[in-house]
């Protein structure tokens, strides 16, 4: 018996509103989202005193702010640069407070 195949439905089919599969850019932007999350997190906790995370925020908001700059230029729907940009700001925080407490190399070039 024939049935009709139905549209397929992954966990990120809402990035492809055009109806396109865009696997790349997709991955893109899941990626700028938790290195932005990661960044965010390690630099409010060096800001607060917790612990001396500089290293990791500084390094994973450069990473996220470079994937996510790249995401950016190669997006293709609304969608994914919502995403793209939500990583992007937490990225860009969490090198700025990385920055702020010690920088990416830890005091060891000055």
Do not use: C, K
Not at 3 to 17: K, T
Not at 57 to 77: D, E, K, M, R
Not at 86 to 110: I, K, Q, R, T
């Amino acid at each position: 018996m024939a049935q009709a195949a139905g549209p397929r439905h992954d966990p990120l089919s809402f990035l492809n509103s055009d109806g396109r599969p865009h696997p790349v850019e997709n991955a893109l932007a899941v990626t700028s989202i938790v290195v932005g999350l990661v960044a965010f997190a390690a630099g409010l906790v060096t800001q607060g005193g917790g612990a001396d995370l500089h290293l990791l925020a500084s390094w994973a908001g450069l990473v996220g702010v470079l994937v996510g700059g790249w995401g950016q230029f190669v997006s293709a729907t609304t969608a994914e640069r919502f995403l793209l940009v939500l990583g992007l700001g937490g990225s860009a925080v969490g090198l700025f407070l990385g920055m702020a407490y010690g920088g990416p190399f830890g005091g060891l070039l000055g």
